[in-house]
């Protein structure tokens, strides 16, 4: 009954390899993010996805490929993975909030280690 | 560009002490304000939240967080601490309405002793 879960939960692999981590969320929400939490636990949203639709998109270089098949998932695929790619990475869902509408909570998933060597 | 500045990476008080986590955001308009809780090895679950009702709000855990525009400040507090309570602390804004994209701050590890 976990409502955001993330696979796998730790990953471990090599410089330059490609790799994804997966996201789903059972809440019916229509807003999935992708967040990463760096060594010094700092916490910065990269993604943001409505219905599908890629709607925040920070600073984060281009090896960093969101994937969203339904609302229920989005994916993180990584391509060339570098040694400063190593994070925690959660995923969390929203409903959306319309301009001037209320707030809706986030709901994070439990993250995915990954570790670059 | 908006920010949220957490006072303090660690704290720690004795069983039973009060607990405050500092919060001081940079907004040019009334945002919404977040606490959150990160135990070890786990995600982020909310403890409360403020968006522009009672200035004073109650969140889970015995944890309340007062929003002081004049300070800029929305400092986390719990009257008394318990071991439980360890765990690390974000807070978080969301600058402006309509724009789910939360900004946190460093975060604060919370540590209770005996």
């Known amino acids: 009954d976990t409502a955001v879960s993330q696979t796998p939960k730790y990953l471990v692999t090599q410089m330059g390899n490609d790799k994804s981590i997966k996201c789903e969320q059972n809440?019916?929400?229509?807003?999935m993010y992708w967040y990463k939490q760096d060594s010094k636990k700092f916490l910065k949203i990269m993604f943001s996805?409505?219905?599908?639709?890629?709607?925040i998109n920070e600073t984060v270089p281009n090896r960093f490929s969101p994937k969203s098949p339904d609302k229920a998932h989005l994916n993180l695929h990584i391509n060339s993975l570098e040694l400063g790619d190593s994070a925690v990475y959660f995923c969390?869902?929203?409903?959306?909030?319309?301009?001037?509408?209320?707030?809706?909570?986030?709901?994070f998933g439990p993250g995915t280690r990954l570790t670059v060597l | 560009a908006q920010s949220v500045t957490q006072l303090g990476s660690h704290v720690s008080v004795s069983e039973g002490a009060l607990v405050l986590l500092r919060c001081n955001y940079s907004?040019?308009?009334?945002?919404?304000l977040f606490w959150y809780v990160q135990y070890p090895n786990q995600g982020l679950q909310l403890l409360l939240k403020?968006?522009?009702?009672?200035?004073l709000v109650k969140g889970i855990n015995g944890f309340e967080a007062e929003f002081k525009k004049s300070e800029t400040s929305f400092h986390l507090t719990k009257p008394s601490a318990h071991m439980s309570d360890a765990a690390e602390y974000f807070c978080?804004?969301?600058?402006?309405?309509?724009?789910?994209?939360?900004?946190f701050g460093a975060g604060t590890r919370l540590a209770v002793h005996p």
């Open positions: 809440l019916g929400h229509d807003t």
């Open positions: 907004s040019s308009v009334p945002p919404y």
């Open positions: 978080a804004v969301i600058p402006r309405r309509g724009y789910n994209k939360l900004i």
């Open positions: 969390a869902s929203s409903q959306p909030s319309l301009a001037g509408a209320t707030y809706n909570e986030q709901f």
């Open positions: 403020y968006t522009s009702a009672a200035t």
């Open positions: 996805y409505n219905n599908k639709e890629l709607i």
